[in-house]
C-alpha cells in the first residue's frame, strides 16, 4: 500500500523527483546533466557545460515543506562534530547542494536553491553553535542538521534562488 502526504508526494519519491527536476533544469539551460545511479558519496548529478571544459558535482536535497529545512546530515561524534560537518559536506570547490522546493498546490513551480558545499557546511555550523548558545544542556549527539530550517532568511533566498552560475559552468572569456 502506498502512502501519500498531504501534498499527494509518495513516500520517497521527493528524492527521485527533485534530481529529476534539477537535471532537466540544467539541460533546459544548455548543459549536460547525467544523474548517478546513487551510490556516488554526495553526488546525485554530475553537470558539463557543452564544451566538457567545466563541470559541477550535486547533490540534492528535496522538499515539499520547506519551512522544515532540507535534512542534510546527521552528527555522529559530538566531540569533533565541526571537523565532521566540515569533512562530509565540504568536499571540494566543484561539490554543490541543489535544494528543491518541489511544486505544491499552492505553488505550481519549483524554486531551487544552489548552494556551494562550503556554503552549506559553515551555515549549518553556525546555526548548530547557536542551537547550542540557546541549549546548552542538550549537546549534539547524534543531532540531525538541516538546511533552512524554520525558513530561509531573506539574504539567504536573495544570494541562492535560482542563481545557476554559481555551478560555475559558464565559460568566461580571458581577461586581456
Request: glycine share 6%; proline share 5%.
Amino acid at each position: 500500500m502506498t502512502t501519500k502526504n498531504a501534498r499527494g508526494f509518495i513516500k520517497n519519491t521527493k528524492g527521485a523527483a527533485g534530481v529529476h527536476l534539477v537535471v532537466a533544469e540544467l539541460s533546459l539551460r544548455g548543459y549536460i546533466a547525467l544523474p548517478t545511479t546513487r551510490n556516488l558519496k554526495a553526488v546525485d548529478i554530475v553537470a558539463f557545460n557543452n564544451k566538457l571544459s567545466r563541470f559541477a558535482f550535486i547533490q540534492v536535497k528535496s522538499t515539499d515543506q520547506p519551512r522544515s529545512g532540507w535534512p542534510v546530515y546527521t552528527i555522529k561524534n559530538a566531540d569533533n562534530w565541526e571537523k565532521e560537518i566540515r569533512d562530509a559536506l565540504f568536499l571540494d570547490e566543484r561539490f554543490f547542494d541543489v535544494f528543491v522546493v518541489l511544486p505544491s498546490k499552492m505553488q505550481s513551480e519549483p524554486v531551487y536553491y544552489i548552494v556551494p558545499s562550503a556554503d552549506v557546511a559553515e551555515m549549518l555550523i553556525n546555526k548548530t553553535r547557536e542551537y547550542l548558545r540557546e541549549h546548552p544542556s542538550v549537546g549534539v549527539a547524534r543531532q540531525l542538521v538541516a538546511w533552512g530550517y524554520g525558513g530561509l532568511r531573506p539574504e539567504e533566498d536573495k544570494r541562492y534562488r535560482n542563481k545557476w552560475e554559481l555551478l560555475g559552468l559558464d565559460e568566461t572569456e580571458p581577461s586581456e
